[in-house]
């Protein structure tokens, strides 16, 4: 049965979160049909100008995203932070690029006059806008219902486009966050889609090598900062430069089919991360059949069962072996 979103999201425990969304009734998110030869490739962007429109309301970070043929996989960052510092009008403002919001609302934004009991209201409003920003699940509604009407249209039909609920993971640690990301980075090239990472259409990690290359990050997307900037809040505490070696040489693995042929300075990298070379392999191949909730070390899932109130925890076995390996 599923778990509800209560025993999923623990900001207290991590800003980071895996979701992954399905299509149903065989339909297409994107890619080409053999059957009828229809090309839905399109549907991509539109998924991905959605994704960067929302990060840029919300409080709500792209940390990595892969649009695959019938399923959509995105690492998330809550700003919990950022969010403190809104003012009622910025609130409102950015509410009203989504949804109509109400009448007082539209009034207050268009400095019509309102009295003391309509302000009140208006702020009483905003409190409850300022939570839905940061909230993950109205992050993927605005995401998904506006796809789902646009792909129904085009396939002249009704119903559901999605499955029910979305799958969410809490990433409590760095090891579950970098290996869960270069597991969604690296989805087309272990489906055999693509034989590179910098091939890979519609992902993160593409985004990430060509702005490498011109030694910026993606605007878009949130920045590695590296070992050296601790004291910033909002950034990957990890150096770009190693996550890129990683995965590329993580991918070239997969392509080949060669495990245990790993170079001594991504080994090194494994080892800060306290993950074994094995373990690395296991968790960006097959992530989401090891874990099905939260993702961490024994000791960061035991806290987070604790501050979700579950009486047990699950995962403990997988952790162990794959994340406290090294």
Known sequence: MPKPRSQQISLLDTPFYHICSRTVRKAFLCGVDKESGVSFEHRRTWIEKRLFQLSQVFAIDICAHAVMHNHLHIVLHVDSEQVKNWSTDEILQRWHQLFKGTLLTQKYSNKQPLDKFQLAMVESTA????QRLMNI?????????PIARQANREDQ?????????????ALLDEG???????????????AGIVPTPEQSDFTSIQLRIKAAIKGKQPTVLLPF????????????R?????????VDETARIIRDNKFGAINHQ???ILTRLHISEESWFK????????FTGAVGTAEHLCEFSEHIGLQRTHGIANAQACLNSA
């Open 176 to 190: 579950a966050l970098l290996s869960c990301m270069a597991y969604v980075d690296l989805n087309p090239v272990r």
């Open 157 to 169: 039909c009704t119903g559901h486009f999605w499955e029910g609920r979305f799958k969410s993971q």
């Open 225 to 236: 900062i590296g070992d050296e900037h601790q004291h910033k809040i909002r950034g990957i």
């Open 283 to 290: 968790l960006t191949t097959e992530f989401e059949s090891i």
């Open 238 to 246: 990890f150096s770009i430069k190693d996550y890129l070696s990683l």
């Open 266 to 268: 991504t080994a090194n």
């Open 137 to 145: 699940s109205w992050f993927m509604r605005s995401l998904n219902e």
């Open 127 to 130: 409190d409850i806008y300022k």
